[in-house]
């Protein structure tokens, strides 16, 4: 019997438990908690005044390509924009916190998804430091509270692999399917 | 923290400590974990974001009674499980999901109405049909579908009415099906040979309205309980057998060559071997 501890430095993942993708009742749970994570309502008509829908897609390019860089599981980056969404929703926001709102939710997102969860002193260093750890550890707090501490929200990754699983598709092309999706 | 006042200390865990405290103003007990930072930089540690999400999903999750999620266990305790999402391993594939039928069953009407909101009102019709079933040894509700579940239901309990069901207007599916009237049938003839107490707590229970369900504390003060034969102690249930797997033979039916040629005491069957086999032991 092979007694060497073989632990490398990798993640294991489970793999995709074809009872959970294949029961719908799992779907249908899915498609009511998402409900519940939807921001309310369109926050440039109303509770925004600086912030305009540029400054989100840029804001929302530069957290992509954090998350790309730091190779971070897929789902951190749409789970990040849900809570992004979901605070501006609520709270009136200057445009010169976007960045470090984004940040934070980065944060948070990585915490509830990763093994290995970015860190206060690396997410500063994407920014150029132009925050402090010390106002994103602040913030972090604020933003749990605004958010009343629901992070497990429903995000649009959550649903591919059920659809793909429900799809005719070839075998050897669900790869490619899914790196496109 | 202003709002709770800290009784005692209730244990300590790699990362925390948890105290039992009390909601000065609801009165309310609960249990407060206070969780220790010790690695500053990083801010709320994702253990502890993590047991939140945890503990959102129990509230948000109804448990799932029916016979297959109740356990006795070897002291003969009840235990509650729920293997929703668990399957049994089967070399068989096609029975893996059974369990899926099954659940409908004991779903309250208000859920196959598509009630979104709902209490522990459908726990206590799973309740009803689970008493029920124990007292029929068969299923009192097993619809083939979603549509005949609600088909199954309403046989026995009579198209409901305003009157019986006030809340039924407001489910979401209720204009999206009607049945054809039919009047309630008497439980007695759905579970006959059943005592007038056994069934004057099924009809506690299965109420359309959710809330003139019969509560669970109330249900424990129902004469029922109180008429013979009583319930019995925990220690006097028959139990499973300890240590895991029975012996081999008992999973055989017991073959006996019986023969009127010889002596009575050859075609007595030791009653332990017919325990799996037969009930009235």
């Given at each position: ?57 840029m804001v929302a390019t530069w957290m992509l390509e954090v998350c790309e860089e730091q190779k971070c599981e897929e789902e951190v980056f749409p789970l990040a924009m849900n809570y992004l969404d ?96 | ?21 009390k909601h000065v103003e609801t009165g309310e007990t609960v249990a407060l974990k206070k969780v220790a930072l010790r690695k500053l930089e990083d801010g709320i540690p994702n253990q502890a974001l ?165 509560s669970a504390r109330r249900a424990l003060l129902h004469p029922y309980f109180f008429s013979s034969p009583l319930p019995a102690h925990h220690s006097e249930l028959p139990i499973p057998h300890l ?39």
């Amino acid at each position: 019997m092979e007694l060497l501890c073989l632990e490398m430095d990798t993640i294991i993942r489970a793999r995709p438990d074809p009872n959970l993708l294949c029961d719908d009742r799992v779907l249908q749970r899915l498609l009511t908690i998402e409900e519940r994570f939807l921001p309310q309502y369109s926050y440039f008509k109303g509770v925004q005044k600086d912030i305009q829908p540029f400054m989100r897609r840029m804001v929302a390019t530069w957290m992509l390509e954090v998350c790309e860089e730091q190779k971070c599981e897929e789902e951190v980056f749409p789970l990040a924009m849900n809570y992004l969404d979901r605070f501006l929703a609520v709270v009136p926001t200057k445009k010169c916190n976007l960045q470090l709102l984004g940040a934070v939710c980065m944060f948070l997102a990585s915490k509830l998804k990763e093994t290995r969860p970015l860190t206060a002193e690396k997410l500063c260093i994407y920014t150029d430091n132009s925050i402090r750890p010390q106002e994103l550890l602040e913030w972090e707090l604020v933003v749990l509270g605004k958010l009343k501490w629901n992070l497990a929200a429903v995000t649009p990754n959550d649903f591919i692999e059920h659809i793909v699983k429900r799809l005719p598709l070839p075998e050897d092309k669900l790869a490619l399917i899914r790196k496109h999706v | 923290m202003e709002q709770y006042s800290i009784l005692g200390r209730i244990g300590e865990g790699a990362h925390g400590i948890v105290f039992k405290a009390k909601h000065v103003e609801t009165g309310e007990t609960v249990a407060l974990k206070k969780v220790a930072l010790r690695k500053l930089e990083d801010g709320i540690p994702n253990q502890a974001l993590r047991e939140i999400k945890a503990l959102q999903e129990i509230e948000d999750n109804q448990c799932d009674l029916k016979p297959a999620n109740l356990l006795i266990s070897s002291s003969g305790h009840l235990k509650i499980a729920d293997f929703g999402l668990a399957r049994l391993f089967s070399e068989q594939g096609e029975r893996l999901y059974s369990h899926q039928v099954a659940t409908r069953w004991y779903r309250a009407p208000e859920l196959l109405y598509g009630a979104r909101k709902y209490d522990e009102g459908v726990d206590l019709w799973a309740v009803g049909c689970i008493f029920g079933e124990l007292l029929n040894s068969s299923p009192l509700f097993p619809g083939e579908n979603d549509i005949e579940q609600l088909c199954c239901v309403l046989r026995v309990l009579g198209t409901p009415t305003q009157d019986t069901w006030p809340e039924i207007v407001e489910l979401p599916d209720y204009n999206k099906i009607t049945f054809k009237e039919n009047p309630a049938i008497p439980l007695e003839e759905i579970v006959p040979d059943t005592p007038p107490q056994a069934i004057s707590l099924l009809y506690k229970f299965l109420v359309y309205s959710s809330k003139q369900r019969c509560s669970a504390r109330r249900a424990l003060l129902h004469p029922y309980f109180f008429s013979s034969p009583l319930p019995a102690h925990h220690s006097e249930l028959p139990i499973p057998h300890l240590g895991g797997h029975p012996p081999r033979q008992r999973l055989q039916p017991p073959s006996l060559d019986l023969s009127v040629d010889l002596p009575l005491q050859n075609n007595v069957v030791d009653p332990t071997l017919l325990q799996g086999h037969a009930t009235c032991l």
